[in-house]
C-alpha cells in the first residue's frame, strides 16, 4: 500500500476537502507495520520514536557507505515510519550549545528592552520569549560560535537525508516559560501555514509533495522532563493524505489529545520530524525549567524559481492598468485575477517575521493580496505604491 494515498472517502476530484475527513480512516494509517520495528542502527524504540545514539554512530557518519544506509533508514522513518526521530547526543560535547545559548539569551534581552513585537504562528504573541531569524543574528553577533554550533556531521545527515544536498537552513528559538500553556495540535510548513480554504484548493498532489519540501528539526539547548512539555507527538500521523485539512477539526485534535506521546530529551539531542506529523508543543507545568530549543526549518534548494524579478516595479506599472480596466469593465474580475498570479507574489514566505510577523493568522499579507486589496479599497496609485514599497521593506533581511 502506498501510505501516501488516502483512503476513500475524504478526496473529492483532484483534492481534499475538510468535510469529508475521516476519524476511522485517520486512524488505519496510524497502525504500526512489522516493518516499523526493523531499524538496524537505532539503538531503542520509545514510545514507537526511534532513538540513535551519535556517541555510537561515529563510523555511520565518517564512511560514506554506511552514511546512506543510515540516512535510507532515516528518510524511511520519516516518509512511512514512525514520522519522527532522536538523535540523542547530537552534541555529545554541549559547549556550541551553552555558547548559543548565551548569546540567544543576549539577543531576548536586547529585543525585549527595544520593545519589538513578536508574533508566533500557533502561539498567542507574548506567550513565549521567540527570536526570529535565529540563523542569521546568531551568525552576525558570533560567527565563531556559529561555526561551532553547526560543524555537527549528525545535523547535515538527518537534512540530506530527507532533502538531498544544498538544502537551505533556517532557524528560530522558542522559550517556554513556566507556566507556558500547549500548542494545539497541527502541521507545519507548507500546507499547514494555509488557511483551510487555501488548502482546499491545492490539488491532491500538492498535499503529497509539501511534506517532502521540508524537514522540521529541534535543537535541545535545556534539560527537558515530561513536566516540562517537550514536543507532544503522534507517531504514523504523517500518513494521513489528507491531514493538511484534518488538523483543525475538533476530532481530529481531541484524538491527539488522548494518544499523543512525548520523549524526555536532554540538552544536545536533536529532534527532526516530517511537517505533516501531528505534534504540538506540550504545557511547561514545572516552577522553574526555561524550555530552550533551536527549530530549524530546514528547506529543499528545490523550492526557488529559476529567475529573479522585480515584482515590485511589476506591480506598480501594471496597477493603472488594470485599475483602468476594471472602471471601464474591460476585464472581469477572474481576467484581473489571473493576470495579478502572473505578476505578484502569491507566497508571504520568506520574508523577515520580525517586521513582518503573522499577526492575526499564520502568515503575514502577501503581495498579491495586498494588490487585491488595493483595488477592492480603490486606492489612489501613490498610496498603493508607498504600502508596496512599505512590505517590500519588511520582507528584508
Not at 501555514?193 to 524537514?215: C, D, G, I, K
Not at 516595479?313 to 489571473?338: F, G, H, K
Request: with cysteine.
Amino acid at each position: 500500500m502506498n501510505h501516501n494515498d488516502m483512503r476513500p472517502g475524504a478526496r473529492q476530484g483532484n483534492g481534499y476537502r475538510e468535510q469529508d475527513c475521516s476519524l476511522d480512516e485517520f486512524l488505519a494509517v496510524l497502525r504500526p507495520r512489522p516493518e516499523d520495528g526493523h531499524l538496524p542502527f537505532a539503538t531503542e524504540i520509545r514510545q514507537h520514536i526511534p532513538v540513535y545514539d551519535c556517541r555510537e554512530l561515529g563510523r555511520e557518519l565518517d564512511d560514506a557507505s554506511r552514511r546512506l544506509d543510515l540516512q535510507t533508514e532515516w528518510a524511511e522513518i520519516l516518509n512511512h515510519g514512525a514520522g519522527v526521530l532522536v538523535l540523542e547526543s547530537a552534541f555529545a560535547d554541549t559547549t556550541p550549545i551553552d555558547e548559543a545559548t548565551k548569546i540567544f539569551e543576549a539577543i531576548i534581552r536586547d529585543e525585549r528592552e527595544t520593545g519589538s513585537a513578536v508574533g508566533d504562528h500557533f502561539a498567542k504573541a507574548g506567550a513565549n520569549d521567540r527570536i526570529w531569524n535565529a540563523q542569521e543574528k546568531l551568525c552576525l553577533r558570533a560567527p565563531a560560535v556559529f561555526a561551532r554550533y553547526y560543524a555537527n556531521a549528525a545535523l547535515v545527515a538527518a537534512a540530506e537525508a530527507w532533502l538531498g544536498p544544498y538544502f537551505q537552513v533556517t532557524s528560530q528559538v522558542n522559550v517556554v516559560r513556566p507556566g507556558g500553556a500547549a500548542q494545539q495540535a497541527h502541521r507545519d510548513y507548507h500546507l499547514g501555514f494555509q488557511s483551510e480554504a487555501q488548502a482546499e484548493r491545492y490539488p491532491a498532489h500538492v498535499h503529497t509533495m509539501s511534506p517532502f519540501l521540508t524537514l522540521q528539526g529541534a535543537v535541545v539547548h535545556s534539560d527537558m522532563p515530561i513536566e516540562s512539555g517537550p514536543t507532544k507527538l503522534l507517531p504514523f500521523s504523517q500518513r494521513y493524505a489528507a491531514g493538511y485539512l484534518a488538523w483543525r477539526r475538533e476530532d481530529f485534535r481531541g484524538y491527539f489529545e488522548s494518544h499523543f506521546v512525548q520523549l524526555p530529551l536532554r540538552k544536545g539531542d536533536a529532534l527532526f520530524f516530517n511537517p505533516a506529523l501531528f505534534h504540538a508543543a506540550g504545557s511547561n507545568q514545572t516552577s522553574s525549567i526555561q524550555r530552550m530549543a533551536n527549530l530549524l526549518q530546514i528547506s529543499s534548494a528545490y523550492g526557488r524559481a529559476m529567475e529573479s524579478l522585480n515584482r515590485v516595479r511589476m506591480c506598480e506599472v501594471i496597477y493603472p492598468v488594470l485599475q483602468q480596466n476594471l472602471a471601464a469593465q474591460q476585464m472581469t474580475n477572474v481576467e484581473v485575477d489571473a493576470v495579478i498570479a502572473s505578476c505578484a507574489e502569491g507566497y508571504p514566505f520568506p520574508t523577515n517575521l520580525d517586521r513582518d510577523p503573522p499577526v492575526g493568522g499564520l502568515a503575514p499579507e502577501s503581495q498579491q493580496e495586498l494588490f487585491r486589496r488595493a483595488l477592492r479599497e480603490s486606492w489612489a496609485p501613490e498610496k498603493f505604491f508607498g504600502e508596496l514599497r512599505r512590505q517590500d521593506v519588511r520582507r528584508e533581511a
